[in-house]
């Protein structure tokens, strides 16, 4: 639920496919902040950003090839 719409969350295909979006938009670092919190990761603040590109998500677990290749498919870096 996005507590601060009072919305439900729009579902995404893909297990990780929502992380850190909500509704097809990129969730606000503040709300991200705010649901870390809520779920006990109280010191959690954001040190650095630098941006992704779909090749530096693929390293990662996180992103499963299914997800890269839906990323691929949708979006250009």
Same mark, same amino acid.
């Given at each position: 639920?996005?507590? &601060?719409?009072? &919305? +439900?969350?729009? %579902? /995404? +295909?893909? +297990?990780?496919?929502?992380? !850190?979006?909500?509704? !097809?938009? &990129? ?7 705010? *649901? ?12 650095? %950003?630098?941006?992704? =590109? $779909? ?5 990662? +677990? #996180?992103? =499963?090839?299914? #997800? $890269?290749?839906?990323? %691929? *498919?949708?979006?250009? /870096?």
């Amino acid at each position: 639920m996005n507590e &601060r719409a009072g &919305r +439900p969350a729009a %579902r /995404d +295909p893909h +297990p990780a496919g929502g992380v !850190g979006r909500l509704r !097809g938009r &990129r969730l606000a670092e503040d709300d991200f902040l705010h *649901k870390l919190q809520r779920v006990g990761f109280t010191g959690a603040q954001v040190l650095h %950003r630098q941006p992704l =590109s $779909i090749d530096d998500c693929a390293l990662y +677990p #996180l992103f =499963s090839d299914d #997800l $890269i290749a839906l990323m %691929r *498919k949708t979006h250009s /870096d």
